[in-house]
């Protein structure tokens, strides 16, 4: 998914800005610095593979070029950023533009070596996530009790090598522990603009959150720690159907590219409509009054058709599963 509306112009005191479809300041010139601070507590190095979530104004992306990582992906989902990332990955070599949301497009990305968080909840995200925006800032009005931290490290963690860092924007003092990592919080000083009405504050935060035992972190070892959804209306039934097919996809191998590349773009399609992989029952749970008004069809239809995907899925992962053995696994 990608919206459209951000636009980038200057402040009353002509500074550079980025504004959202409502008018709302997204980000500002004052961040560069803050944005520089936090790159660099990464550590990056030649060999690192880093991920960046959100183009924005270039700001952390450019100085995270300036220690020529072999690889940068950076995922953004509003299209008029992307035009200005796409000119910036034309520019700077080992640069990938992934359009959309990380909530849709991270789950089939590989590993990282080095992470930079700096999303921005957009009202169109919102409305499709049925949330609400306040008047500016980031906060959300009781629609979800956790940080977009949280929501992030459970996913971010299953693409995480041994000894990742994970740096990004945090303006309030957040319990980012996990098992299997290490977190420190440097505080900066920051001058924000009279102007700025998103960061009344005049300090930061630089957190960094280093992985020591990735499948710890990831909710593989020994812990009874369990990743949650991969976005807000994923289900757990959706996850575990699709957990072996997320490492399918994930594990490189000399052979069945062709394969691993339908599987990836198939679970990219279902995480863009998990609501679909569920069953009508569940279905029934999850869609309240206002969406079977206007949504009757999406949530009464046949489930033959995700069937018959998972069913692709499970066999291209293993030659002897059984239809019998599909249907349980949805059913679990």
Known sequence: MTTQGNVVGRDPLGKEILWSSLGQQVMMEWEKQYMRQCVDALEIR???????????????ASHIQSFA????TIIECDREVLLRAAQFESEHSGVHIVAGTWQQMLPILGEFDCVFFDDYPLPELL????????????????VRPRSRWHDFLDVVLHHCAAGARISGYLARSLDLRRPGCEVSMTRVQVATPVNCNYFPHETALVPVITVVAPAVAAGNGTTNAQPTPMSVQASRKFQHAFEKARTAARTPTASFSAERSQIAEIREFLLAHEMDALSHDEREDECGDDDMMEGDAECSGSTQGRFEIVLFLHRERDEGCTEEAVKELIRK
Not at 46 to 60: C, K
Not at 69 to 72: D, F, L
Not at 127 to 142: F, P, V, W
């Open 69 to 72: 990582p072999a690889q940068h």
């Open 127 to 142: 409305t499709a996530q049925g949330g609400s925006l306040q008047a500016g800032g980031d906060g959300l009005s009781g």
């Open 46 to 60: 030649p060999m690192d593979r880093v991920l960046e979530i959100g183009f924005g104004l270039a700001y952390s």
